[in-house]
């Protein structure tokens, strides 16, 4: 008896009728739904990882895939993630376009090297012959009150490895299409969900999503388009994924005190928008960087290097950055102390060298 | 197997039968479910059972392991903790575990062991740290002898193996035992660890406790091998399967293992069949995907009750025997309650203490930037010096 050897129950299309119009639906359900639509619009995308099947992913991401696509589509591997990321080379290398789930950020790190030696390289390496058209999927950083290795912010990995893409979704919206133009992108994707933000609720328009990805569509991919996320003319504030909602709190409140901050959502960590970054910076003159991961040698750093390069002369203050400690993530009795919040957020735009007016 | 007297294999064996590596034929029970004494198995070696002492010994840590585990799975409910993994069901393995071992000998565990952490002599509260949500871990590795209880599924199996190396070395005599679970064979570290122990021939015992469950995946997802204990082979260590719900055959097994370690015979590999009657974890919820009846069947293969029903039968438990051991398990439950429902004071600038021997120069101005944002509000007790 082998693995495939059971074959899920007939569909029933009935049952598994997706939802469709205009929906309220959690940052979950729409991963959900944009890897349903991307199976049933394509036989070669598959579904594996562990407890992704008749479980449905501990977060329950991959919930009902194995009903409806069977146990080819949509299946459970053994416990061992260098073995599911170096199948889905594999796969990749033969015509299919695996989605794989590694459980929690801290368990990718067995797929390491499948992941830098392989995943990263295989282009490069090949000239250009071999692409591969996968995506790693990794729930990621804490406000849970998870216990060790179930919170890592662990995207500066990734985004320093060359030949990856990175990409990180805040909004339930975004979730949906960054996640399918991840399935479609021809290079790998490491596809980074703030898991605290699973269960966050939106009301979305899913025949408007899906027809971007209709044939003839011409709506363009998110891969590599930081995303305006609030208007605002005094500061910008740079953040992704799971510092999302302490930027846009801190803007709603600076707001309440007279101050217009801009919120951007960098969301493709790599490739990185240079333009649109810069573009908002340059329009406000001061930036302060967010992200809930250490800030040594991180994202966060790479993002304000960036920024004072290309708009130094537009400035009015240092680019500053409010990160997470250079710390192991906390115990979950600690992690209110770790993690970049509101107040730590305004006082870093207080310091921005505003002239007393 | 037949011998090849003219073939010599690189490690200079001529012909040698590796059938001695083989686990039994069965998984070894010395008491059947009923309690009875099981029928003569024709195992690979002779196990004999324990003598009544040890095994009445055995009842008591039994009971009391099972009380930690309803007392635990109370307090995680109540949300006294961050989590809790249950073993109910698999205390044999962890008793057996500690059994087997002198103080001076190492034990490594999982998340799921906090029973075998505690019978040895852990102390509870610093057991409970870590699933209390307080600190990573609670305990000195060193003062107990005994690993943290490891998340990164196998790793600690190569520290096991690394801690037996250092011994021999060292020329200590001591044993390490390693605990993994059945989804835990599948990593690579698992492999590592069982080829390093052989090919350095270090003093490590490997227990697999077999509880049939990867969180959702059963164990046929897992593994196509005859058994898990025949992994054993492929390393050049002897494999072993047991009735990880029969406390004689475990400590018989082990036993064997353990000493022949010790005597300088190498690593083993032992395969216990048993069962998680909770969910995963407290998060989990097993209905999703095993059925009230596939539960129901190993209820009455409970580890507690046959090993009651044996000991009775032998007129080896009297009323004072389950009286004091009621009472015992009684007073851990309350160690446990009362510890769990204290509030702990944690200080904020223990976040940056230990991360190096001494904390860099960033550390200590991120300390000072915590220590300045808490004194408006709670207090911190002091930045770093
Ligand atoms: C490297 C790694 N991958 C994934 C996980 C998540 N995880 C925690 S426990 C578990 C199942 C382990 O099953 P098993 O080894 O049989 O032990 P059991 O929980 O049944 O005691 C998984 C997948 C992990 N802790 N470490
Ligand atoms: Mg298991």
Redesign the pocket.
């Known amino acids: 008896m082998t693995t495939m050897a059971h074959k899920a129950q007939a569909e029933t299309p009935a049952a598994e009728a997706e939802l469709s119009g205009v929906q309220t639906i959690t940052f979950a359900k729409a991963l959900t739904l944009a890897m349903s639509d991307a199976m049933a619009a394509d036989a070669a995308v598959l579904v594996f990882g562990?407890?992704v099947g008749t479980l449905g992913g501990v977060f329950r991401v991959t919930d009902g895939l194995t009903r409806r696509f069977g146990e080819d589509r949509c299946f459970d591997t053994p416990?061992a993630?260098s073995g599911i990321v170096g199948m889905a080379t594999g796969m990749a290398i033969n015509g299919m376009k695996p989605i794989v789930e590694m459980?929690?950020d801290a368990?990718a790190y067995?797929a390491f090297e499948q992941i830098t030696s392989h995943v990263a390289k295989m282009g490069n390496r090949t000239r250009g012959r071999v692409r591969l058209p996968l995506v790693i999927r990794i729930p990621y950083a804490g406000g849970i009150g998870g216990v060790e290795?179930h919170c890592d912010s662990s995207e500066a990995y990734y985004v320093h490895t060359p030949g990856l893409t990175v990409l990180t979704p805040s909004t339930v919206t975004d979730a949906y299409i960054m996640l399918r133009d991840a399935i479609a992108s021809p290079d790998p994707v490491v596809f980074m969900e703030p898991k605290k933000l699973y269960f966050s609720k939106d009301t979305v328009d899913l025949d408007a999503l899906r027809a971007r990805y209709a044939a003839g569509s011409t709506a363009p991919s998110t891969i590599g388009r930081a995303a305006i996320a609030r208007e605002g003319t005094d500061a910008t504030l740079i953040a992704y994924g799971p510092s999302m909602a302490a930027a846009l709190a801190a803007a709603e409140t600076a707001a309440a005190e007279g101050r217009s901050l801009q919120v951007i959502d960098v969301r493709s960590l790599v490739p990185y928008d240079d333009e649109t970054i810069s573009a908002a910076v340059r329009s406000t003159g001061r930036a302060v960087v967010i992200a809930e991961a250490p800030g040594f040698a991180s994202m966060a750093a790479e993002i304000a290097a960036r920024i004072q390069e290309r708009c130094f002369h537009s400035l009015a203050a240092p680019v500053l950055r409010v990160t997470g400690f250079d710390i192991p993530y906390p115990a979950p009795r600690l992690e209110k102390h770790y993690l970049p919040g509101v107040d730590r957020i305004l006082d870093a735009v207080d310091e921005l060298q505003w002239e007393e007016s | 197997m037949t011998n090849h007297p003219e073939f010599i294999d690189h490690t200079g064996n001529a012909g040698r039968d590796s059938g001695y590596l083989l686990p039994s034929g069965a998984p070894v029970q010395l008491i059947s479910p009923d309690g009875s004494p099981a029928p003569e198995g024709g195992y690979k070696e002779n196990y004999s059972l324990p003598d009544h002492q040890m095994l009445l010994d055995g009842y008591e840590r039994l009971v009391v392991g099972r009380r930690v585990n309803d007392q635990a799975n109370a307090l995680v409910r109540q949300g006294r903790m961050a989590v809790y993994?249950s073993s109910t069901g698999q205390e044999a393995c962890q008793v057996a575990a500690d059994m087997c071992l002198r103080p001076s000998d190492w034990l490594f565990p999982?998340?799921?062991d906090t029973v075998a952490i505690l019978g040895r002599g852990v102390d509870p509260m610093e057991a409970f740290e870590s699933l209390r949500g307080d600190w990573h871990a609670g305990f000195d590795p060193h003062q107990y002898n005994t690993g943290l209880p490891t998340?990164?599924?196998a790793t600690q199996l190569l520290h096991a193996v690394g801690v037996a190396h250092a011994a021999k070395l060292r020329g200590e005599d001591t044993v390490v035992l390693a605990l993994?679970?059945?989804?835990?064979?599948s990593?690579g570290d698992f492999h590592e660890a069982l080829n390093f122990a052989a090919v350095f021939h270090v003093p490590v015992v490997f227990l697999i406790?077999n509880?049939q469950?990867?969180?959702s995946v059963p164990l046929i997802h897992q593994s196509v091998a005859p058994s898990l204990a025949h992994k054993a082979v492929g390393y050049g260590m002897p494999g072993e399967r047991v009735d990880g719900n029969d406390l004689a055959a475990l400590l018989a097994v082990l036993g064997s293992a353990v000493e022949r370690a010790r005597d300088g015979g190498g690593p083993a590999l032992v395969e216990a069949h048993t069962y998680?009657m909770e969910s995963?974890t407290n998060a989990d919820d097993a209905t999703r995907y095993r059925s009230a009846a596939e539960v129901a069947q190993w209820v009455p293969k409970d580890p507690l009750l046959r090993l009651q029903k044996y000991l009775a039968d032998a007129g080896h438990l009297a009323t004072a025997d389950t009286e004091r051991i009621a009472a015992s398990a009684e007073s851990m439950a309350k160690v446990l309650r009362d510890g769990l429902n204290a509030e702990t004071v944690l200080d904020p600038a223990d976040l940056f203490r230990f991360v190096y021997t001494e904390p860099t120069p960033q550390l200590r101005a991120q300390s000072s930037q915590l220590a300045a944002e808490l004194a408006a509000g709670q207090s911190l007790e002091g930045a770093l010096p």
């Open positions: 562990e407890d416990l993630e459980q929690f368990f067995p290795h | 993994p999982t998340y799921r998340t990164p599924l993994c679970g059945d989804g835990a064979s990593e406790q509880n469950y990867a969180i998680r995963h």
